[in-house]
């Protein structure tokens, strides 16, 4: 019953948004206009917009000697969004299309290789070479000033990004924010062909100082999956931040605290290194983060701590667990190209003992993995990368960065995991484990980006990504321990 009430919500909400903008947008603007005026007292606006990325991948996996560990593949995605805004209520939806040609059929190796690599893990919910889709990727409803100033909702299906509760018009603390805070636990998987959205409610308090968002939201299936508009009812996440806005209680520092609760309740086999475990995912997550910026004559300095601690159950096993970040960075403003040195440790805990009654492998939940793992064969779980990063602009419009990363596993009695969370309510748990063979050396990685950005409406993306595969990788691709990975990218937006 209640699975059904919340389906029969969702959909209801999405078809008021789709009838109001496209009867507004299709009646004229005359219409529109008189519309306006009576249910808003005012005019509002019709927007539109357009995003389509096209890109190609080319894999060179670790060799385990059986199967095709080298392939290319390469996929499209156009989404239009429409939205309708009022003084009092503002309503969006976005289409989105996406398809992929020459996935590659013969890449998924007997255990423990497993997928061999990103191409082979799409293949595996599909079976397809080909793939493609379009669904209704968000469809909400907003209301800002619901009972008072500052006071906002939003009910629907929508993107759901934590740490981004709060941005600011300084654009170095929003980079920090956007690409080494957010979307650690919860995001929208943007990076790969699908991605995933989330059905739910959010509601934020927002003031000067300070804001408060909570959220109760069910995440679809994506990722990998071209069914994502599908909701997967048996996993709610419920959320609650609080931020303390940029150089309001420290000086030059940004605060927040989070709690989330994560149930998932999906008859899936799990996977961990105690084999499958019965019963439900049901997993409470306390943390916080500190990120900062301090200007000088002739650079910028910044900082940031992140931390979170878990507790709960996994099936029958008690959980405990915890992951941590710190990084700390120097841009010279008066240099050619205005360089930016950072350096980082991002740790978590793995499980030393399979047989103990206690399972203490950091659970990443729903992230998006890419942002700190641009070679995403590993994740923030069972795990500790030691990375310095070098940013370059040596041209208006374009940035280059160059990352290298040293790769160990927390827990050497523990697995190898990869993967950004659950991409299908049956069949796919979401994330893959790998045997570590005793060993704790997974790997040292080098990665190289490049960003073109022409204007505002058109850029361009390249990265390769070199890893040189250590005992863990070793143990299993006996016949090549080196992988390869590049991607062009391009981006069209209106």
């Known amino acids: 019953m209640k699975r059904e009430i919340r389906s029969k919500l969702v959909k209801i909400t999405v078809c008021m948004v789709v009838l109001w ?23 509002g606006t019709v927007t539109a917009d357009l995003d389509v990325i096209g890109r190609y991948e080319n894999w060179e996996w670790f060799d385990p000697g059986t199967n095709d560990n080298e392939y290319g593949y390469y ?7 429409l939205g309708l805004n009022l003084s009092w209520m503002a309503a969006y939806i976005q289409a989105q299309d996406t398809h992929m040609w020459n996935l590659p059929e013969n890449a998924i190796a007997p255990a423990p290789a497993g997928p061999l690599g990103i191409g082979a893990i799409y293949y595996a919910h599909g079976h397809q070479e080909r793939y493609h889709s379009t669904i209704i990727r968000q469809a909400y409803l907003d209301f800002p000033n619901l009972v008072t100033d500052g006071f906002s909702a939003r009910i629907g299906r929508f993107d759901y990004i934590e740490g981004l509760e709060v941005l600011y018009d300084n654009p170095k603390i929003n980079w920090l924010k956007k690409m080494r805070l957010a979307e650690r636990l919860i995001g929208t998987f943007g990076w790969s062909s699908f991605c995933r959205s989330f059905d739910g409610i959010k509601l934020s308090y927002d003031n000067t100082d300070w804001n408060l968002t909570g959220a109760w939201i069910y995440p679809t299936q994506g990722g990998f999956e071209n069914d994502a508009q599908k909701t997967i ?10 931020t303390a806005k940029y150089n309001t209680l420290i000086p030059n520092v940004e605060g927040r605290i989070f709690y989330f609760r994560y149930d998932d309740s999906r008859d899936i086999p799990k996977v961990d290194n105690t084999g499958a475990v019965a019963g439900d995912i049901e997993i409470n997550t306390l943390g916080f983060h500190l990120v900062g910026i301090y200007k000088s004559d002739r ?11 878990q507790n709960g159950d996994w099936g029958r ?9 710190i ?16 350096v980082g440790f991002d740790a978590s805990s793995g499980d030393s003992n399979s047989a103990d009654g206690d399972h203490e492998t950091f659970y990443q939940m729903l992230p998006t993995v890419y942002k700190y793992a641009h070679f995403p064969f590993y994740n923030l779980m069972n795990s500790e990368d030691l990375f310095i990063q070098a940013i370059l602009k040596p041209m208006k419009n374009v ?25 299908r ?28 950005t022409y204007n505002e409406h058109f850029s361009g993306t390249f990265f390769y990504g070199h890893a040189f595969g250590g005992d863990v990788v070793q143990n299993i691709y006996t016949k090549d321990d080196d992988a390869n990975f590049f991607y062009l990218q391009v981006n069209l937006r209106f």
Do not use: C
């Not at 096993?317 to 970040?325: E, G, M």
């Not at 990084?327 to 950072?342: D, L, M, N, S």
């Open 233 to 242: 009812d048996d996993i709610d996440v419920g959320t609650l931040t609080l």
């Open 327 to 342: 990084e700390a960075g120097y841009q010279f403003t008066t240099v050619f190209g205005k360089p930016w040195i950072r």
């Open 21 to 43: 903008i496209l009867g507004t947008v299709i009646t004229g603007n005359a219409f529109a206009a008189v519309k306006l005026a009576e249910i808003g007292q005012g005019n």
């Open 75 to 81: 996929f499209t995605r156009t989404r239009l969004g």
């Open 399 to 423: 940035v280059m960065n160059a990352e290298y990363h040293m790769l160990k596993l927390s827990e050497r009695n523990d697995l190898w995991y990869m993967g950004s969370g659950p991409t």
């Open 425 to 452: 309510e049956n069949d796919i748990f979401g994330y893959i484990g790998r045997p570590s063979g005793g060993d704790d050396e997974l790997a040292r990685v080098l990665g190289l980006t490049t960003v073109y």
């Open 317 to 325: 096993l008690d959980h405990k667990a915890w992951a941590y970040a």
């Open 299 to 309: 650079g910028i300095a910044d900082a940031l701590i992140w931390s979170a601690y």
